[in-house]
């Protein structure tokens, strides 16, 4: 009787996702028909790519960036919590990283826009002096650090608490018996990591990763603080491009209701949605490789 | 990482013999070490490492501009690459990576306080003053306007106004999303991990999850304005006497488990998945219901890790501005009522007065209420947590050799 | 243990700064009419009997103003409450639209098809605007060496913001200003990075009075020119006031110290002034074809009018013509008359530092007002 009712709830919240997320898609698309029809010319598809593409290019730069600055980062700091630090210490640590996923995301613009930007200045001249032959480092560097690599540093520190948080509960988790084992057979402690914790953790990480990843994906409010959006280009170091939340959350307030501005603005949002579908589902998949680990089955 | 992925092997454990076998040069070129325990060096190595490379570090800074921070990162460096190398040359091989990996693994710690420091320095730092106006917990922004903020400034009178409404607007909204979010969260990774094994709606839900932590934030305000206004529509054309507009504190809260419910699921999943199937067996072979098990062998084997979840989710939504500016509107004034009237939350609160400040001409009260409203919406945070980990550390099963 | 001896002592700690501060009392100003006799006879001010809560949306362009507006209107009804959620103009039109707000803040007038829309929930004369936010837009800038106003004429400032101009010594600049010692610094220009009425009135502007500015006028900055860019009047000023050389546009209220352009209107260089910005709109062509009450008007940008500032920014307050039943009708006449009054528009002006609305368009303005009944 209890284990019915129990698997009845569990199946009704998954089934209620579901019908949340089909409910959210129903409005999206309804919504941003605008966008890719008019009513005097038809289907307009290719105007809305040409819009587009450039903000998915830009969200898509200062994701990366963030993921390769903060995820090695993220993962040591993690391994430095749970294997390395002296234990009477590591659970105010980790409290500390937690709290710092809590930090609103107006303030981490604020100081990526007050201290962040004018302390990158320097570099921005120096990459541009030495490294300008690069396209990533040519055009002119910008003069206040607003830039697409300063949104990338702030949106790394931003997902840096969450990849920590769920990479240091799973290494806490590694079986006592694999690391303990690996140390009996004289492994190092960074043998025994890469032998007994990694194999463990790595779909966690992966797991962590993409969680930091949809943060950075979505994030509006600091990467619209940081950011001088403008056209696509291929410099990191000067003014220009933009993410899509910034986009939508920059152009939203003023679009005119029912206009095709507003729906453009809702139709990215729809792109936004892919672009995460498609990098989870390369997630999942690799994860799915190495299933092996999982403790659940 | 690379290695292991590479054999197949029957457990996940590995003797070093393995790869370290495979590496290191034939038996016979190495002298057997004398005793069982390996050769040290002594503990003033690193230390004269660290002062060297911090030497080399000044030069080859000051050869080019003399900077704290270009210093500080050619000695982390340089360190790191010198004890790798006097570690390799005096000890072994297999000691000098363990050794480069350990400092790379504490400079990580190091690179990722810096920024973190930075940011809850200048917050406490300019938001201490704010909150230490009197009464700025206990009053709202009721009769404050431009005139009184321009009184503060020009002539030095204390900064009137305070963050009550936001605070009592934040923690309901909050605690109604957390109240939403976390059972529907919680149930639909169990049903993930524990019941559906891999079924086709099993999968349908988690791929639907992934992308749901892709909707920004501002869609998920539209929609959640949308989908409550159509349920008052429809309520009312039944009669039921609801009332006819959606902005209220409800709305806000359901807007904002939309972003809170796939963090859940996400990160619950993942903590009931690493739960070792021998703890679910030994509980079934006592006799033990399904559902039972769960309740009391899996979840309070996982809570630690469900806790930092719910924090982590929590943390998302606290600071969100868009989606409760468009669901609860905004207020100067107190109201506790979640079904009737608007409701302004802190975030927003602070995103207005810092965009547009009371004054726009005299703007330091508005910022000053602005970072100390931050301040107390990162000790809000801090207590949800403490909450939070005070629950689990209670839940949680004694300390058993996992 | 640790976690829980630690997690202990941080909760008392933190419970401790909490009630220490907590304890203070309120300290809210005391409204002039006390709420608690409720009979509002003091403050020798007329007061309104209306009561209820009255909700709007919009612009954020007007959020100081409203702020001291909705304060003030206590004052005068003690019983009513006003709320005003700064959402941004578009959707304030959309919940204003959609009957979420019974009022609007926009900074730019509804297109027709809104106003056929608005007929819906305003009766057959749909709403109507009242351009009660009227605020010039100041051209700014922050270059060392440059303590005075600078004189430029619409073309210039056009070229500079493309991006053609890019010293503060070129030719095009020292011509207008033979006195200044201008230095060589490198020009930068931020605008808004948010979709913004002031960017639209300021371009609007640079394409009706400038021959080299070849964009149209809109909410956004176009895309093609590549520059600085910020969140807000307050972003975009705190930006030029950090960087040398910089150069913006904002509203005229909240430029702060940053000097600011003299504009070449017929044969003189006017700045910006309150006084200019209510004529600017006072003397506009109105908008056809909406309800009969209708103030929406078509700013004159190209004026040669002696002593006009034609950067202007009109923001408006959307009022339905009938509103569904009596109480609300009430209270949307008493606020809209409270916005227009001669105390409404000083209150607005101390806080927010906007232009007042001239005589003759406070009684259009009022005559408007008055059409509003209930259904």
Redesign the interface.
Known sequence: MGDKVFSGLALLAGVAILATLVFVAVFLSFNSVGAVYREEEGLIIRQFLQYAYPLVIGTLIASLIALLLATPVAVGVALYISHFAPP?LS??IG?VIDLLAAIPSVVYGAWG?SFLG?TLVPLYGWLHQHLSFIPLFAGSP???G?TIFTAGVVLAVMILPIITSVCREIFIQTPKLHEEAALALGATRWEMITMAVFPFARAGIISGVMLGLGRALGETMAV??V?????L?ASLI???NSTIPAEI???????????ER?AQLIAIGLVLFIITLIVNMTARWIVSRHKEFSGAN | MTQTQQQPMPTSVQGPAGPANQHAPAPASTPRPRSLTQRHMPWWVSLVILAVSAVLGAALSALMTFNMAIWFILTAVLYVIISYGVTRAKVSRRKATDTLWKHLVYLAFIIALLPLVSVIWSVTSIGIPG??????????????????D?RSQEEGE?V???I?HALVGSLLITLSATFISVPIGLMTSIYLVEYARGGPLARAITFFVDVMTGIPSIVAGLFG?AAV?WFLGVGNSLGLGLP????MGITAAIALSVLMIPVVVRTTEEMLRVVPNELREASYALGVRKWRTILKVVIPTAISGIAAGVTLAIARVIGETAPI??TA?????NNWNMFQ??MTALPVFIF?Q????????F?DPSHQRAWAAALVLI?IV??LN?TA??IA?FLAPKNTGR | M???S??RT??LL?LA??VL???????????ENGDENGNGENGGGETSEVQG?L?G?GA?SQ??AM??W???F?SVAPEA?V?????????G??GF????YDWAGS??AM?D??WE?SKEICGPDGAFHIPAYISPIAVAFNVEGIDETLNLDADTIASIFSGEVTSWDDDAIAEHNEDVDLPDTPI?VVHR?????TTDNFTEYLEAAASTWEWEAS??WP??I??????????VVD?TS??DGAITYA?A??I?GLNSVAVLVGEDYVEHNAEAASQAVASSTPVEGQAPNNMAVELDRDTEEAGAYPIVLAAYNIFCNEYPDQQTADLAVAFAEYLVSEEGQQ?AE????NAPMSEDLRSTAMDAISQISAQ
């Open positions: 009477r659970k105010s409290y826009m004018p910008s003069q206040t607003r619209a603080l950011l001088s959006p403008g056209l280009t000067s003014a220009g959350a920059l152009g939203f307030p003023e679009a005119p209701p029912g206009s507003q | 909150l230490l106006e009197p009464g700025f917990l206990a009053s709202d922004m009721r009769g404050i306007d431009g005139t009184i321009r204390p009137l106004g305070g009550r304005a206004g006819t507009r959606s902005t500016l468009v509107g905004f207020i100067v004034s009237g608007w207005r810092f965009q547009n400040p009371t004054s726009p001409n703007s000790i801090m207590g403490l980990r005070l550390t | 640790n976690a829980a630690f997690g941080a909760a933190s700064s909490f501060v907590a304890c203070g009392e309120a300290n809210n100003p005391v409204a809560t909700v949306g954020s959020e100081a702020t001291a909705t304060n003030g206590t409450q709320n005003y959620a700064s959402v941004g103009s578009g959707a039109r959309d639209l959609g009957g979420e900074d730019s297109e098809e809104e829309q930068t990075a948010d979709d913004s009425g909410d956004a895309s093609e590549s520059a600085e860019s910020a969140q807000q009047n307050s972003g930006l950090q960087t509203d209220s909240q702060g209150t101390a806080a927010a530092g």
